[in-house]
């Protein structure tokens, strides 16, 4: 084989490559188009009468997650099923987000930490590697450290519309979750970037705690846990 026939042979390889990449960041693109659209949804719980409307909000959420079901079939179908990795840069950051969106509906609809096995599911994936495309653990925790700074912002909102008690069992759940990341032996430089980001969010919302005590709002808050969250 000649010089040029040997780069004649590796401008095909990279040809391949580079048509398999477009497909990819064609899925993505809608993948990121829908998380817009279930951020855009949820965010309504931050305002007004959004609370009064967290039931509805979670079930057009899921109605979305259809749709995201469907993208990622597509996606699975670009690239060989070996490569996960060699192409996993391309969606991570909407693999993320949306573990992210996924874990503060079932936030809302139940005050508790989605699993990764749970979150795979909503999204159609697998959890296992060794079944094919599947939720990565770091993008699993990324998605989940979002949801930390999300729920502090949501204390400081829940305030300001009169519910006192959300910001006190916000407070539990995100000081339960930063003693989870403690136990973890973090190596992903970004993963534990963010991470270090949480302590902010647990200040934070132990200020928004700290106000309502000194205010004497806290006992309100106390006396009405056991009302509908």
């Not at 959420?61 to 490569?83: W, Y």
């Not at 996924?102 to 005050?111: N, R, W």
């Not at 519910?163 to 759940?173: E, G």
């Amino acid at each position: 084989m000649s010089v040029s026939e040997m780069f004649i042979a590796l401008q095909g390889v990279l040809t391949a490559d580079q048509d398999i990449r477009e497909e990819i960041r064609k899925v993505v693109q809608a993948l990121e188009q829908t998380a817009r659209e279930i951020l855009t949804l949820l965010q309504g719980v931050h305002q007004g009468t959004g609370f009064q409307d967290i039931p509805k909000k979670c079930q057009k959420a899921r109605e979305h997650f259809g749709t995201v079901k469907t993208q990622l079939e597509s996606l699975k179908t670009k690239f060989p099923a070996d490569q996960y990795y060699r192409f996993h840069e391309h969606w991570r950051f909407v693999l993320q987000r949306l573990v992210f969106l996924a874990a503060f509906v079932v936030y809302l609809e139940s005050e508790t930490l989605v699993t990764r096995e749970a979150v795979a599911e909503i999204l159609g994936i697998e959890a296992d590697r060794e079944r094919g495309f599947h939720l990565d653990i770091e993008d699993y925790l990324s998605g989940v450290l979002t949801l930390a700074s999300e729920l502090s912002r949501l204390a400081v909102n829940s305030v300001t519309a009169g519910d006192y008690a959300r910001p006190l069992r916000i407070s539990t759940f995100i000081n339960e979750l930063d003693s989870g990341f403690r136990l973890l032996n973090l190596k992903n430089d970004s993963l534990r970037k963010r991470y270090d980001g949480l302590k902010y969010d647990v200040k934070k919302i132990e200020e928004v705690v700290y106000d309502l005590s000194i205010r004497g709002l806290n006992k309100d808050a106390t006396a009405g846990a056991g009302g509908e969250k």
